[in-house]
């Protein structure tokens, strides 16, 4: 007896009018804002500026969308353009289907022409929107649960997914919710960027290829639990191995990258330090800074003006009183000059 599980919803669509309103589109189209939200606030604290991060986006953004839809059709191929299919479908994006693969690589080739574009390196940026692309990936793939698919094998455990839809063949029951655990796994890869990038110091795209490195390990025993169609080589899924192969590529990227350029890089965009250390050398602005020791100095003059006026107005006084009073003492001995003059003269008559 089934006594829990996770309701799917009965649609995956509501129509506003004329408009549709998908969950899969909203749950891409909310990742990508808070990518960008988190990886503006990482790229300013690294020294860059606002605003850098949404425009480097608009290049990624389009890019990514178009390469995980051209690696999910290439590698389902059948499913577009086998015996009874109508290739058209290639073309709604809507539907589902992105490839996380394609969308990485083809998203870093965007990001590389936005970047030369702002002067900034790819790296560095690059480190600044990996935990961001981990939660957007968290986000995203709820938009596989309001298209009821990628699920697991069956299971009766309380946190299984039900599944209604019986089109392209699906069999309605409970499975494993495996883009539930994807999406907490993408969360958990978040954090774990988030700390590693605090505590190591991460630069020089070492944060992404992080990012890279956990996603594919959890990648790995998520795909082996699903039971959608798929290409198998030597009895594993064909993403199996492609989470292997660019596992072992960012991880020899990590080495290489620390031995050759160990720590973190001091500019991400140029001008950008320039005009927040001004700012944040006198929040009040130059200008004002400026005055205010203009203003300082200038009253320090005038208190030092005075006090050399009285210095040398009582140095004046001074000798005026000096000289009166020398004067004072030669008329007095000029007197007295007189008076014994005058008693030696009285004397002699006598």
Not at 257 to 279: N, Y
Request: net charge negative; proline share 4%.
């Amino acid at each position: 007896m089934e006594l829990a599980f996770i309701p799917s919803p009965s649609r995956g669509v509501l129509h506003l009018g004329p408009i549709p309103l998908r969950g899969y589109a909203f749950c891409i189209i909310i990742g990508v804002f808070v990518a960008v939200w988190l990886g503006n606030r990482r790229w300013i604290a690294r020294g860059g500026r606002a605003g850098t991060v949404a425009d480097i986006a608009v290049w990624a953004v389009p890019f990514g969308l178009v390469g995980g839809r051209l690696y999910h059709v290439i590698t389902d191929y059948q499913l577009y353009f086998s015996e009874g299919r109508d290739w058209v479908d290639a073309f709604k994006i809507w539907e589902g289907g992105l490839g996380i693969w394609g969308a990485i690589a083809f998203g870093a080739v965007g990001a590389w022409i936005g970047a030369r574009r702002r002067g900034v390196p790819l790296p560095a940026y690059a480190d600044a929107i990996a935990p961001g692309i981990a939660l957007a990936q968290a986000i995203g793939r709820w938009g596989n649960w309001f298209n009821q698919e990628l699920y697991g094998k069956e299971t009766n455990l309380p946190w299984a997914v039900e599944i209604t839809s019986t089109a392209d063949g699906r069999v309605p029951g409970t499975y494993h919710p495996t883009f539930l655990y994807e999406s907490l796994w993408c969360i958990g890869v978040a954090l774990l960027v988030i700390w590693a990038d605090r505590r190591f110091k991460l630069g020089h795209g070492r944060a992404f290829a992080l990012y890279v490195a956990a996603y594919c390990v959890g990648r790995f025993w998520i795909e082996y639990m699903r039971v959608d169609d798929a290409h198998h080589i030597l009895g594993l899924r064909l993403n199996n191995w492609t989470a292997l192969f660019v596992f072992l590529l960012a991880v020899l990227y990590i080495v290489l990258s620390a031995r050759k350029r160990p720590g973190r890089e001091a500019v991400v965009e140029p001008g950008a330090e320039t005009l927040d250390g001004a700012a944040g050398n006198d929040p009040d602005g130059d200008t004002d800074g400026t005055e205010k020791s203009a203003r300082t100095r200038g009253e320090d003059d005038a208190e030092a003006v005075p006090e050399k006026t009285g210095d040398a107005t009582d140095d004046t006084d001074a000798d005026a009183d000096a000289d009166a009073a020398h004067d004072t003492d030669r008329v007095d001995d000029v007197k007295t000059s007189e008076s014994v003059k005058d008693g030696a003269d009285s004397a002699k008559k006598a």
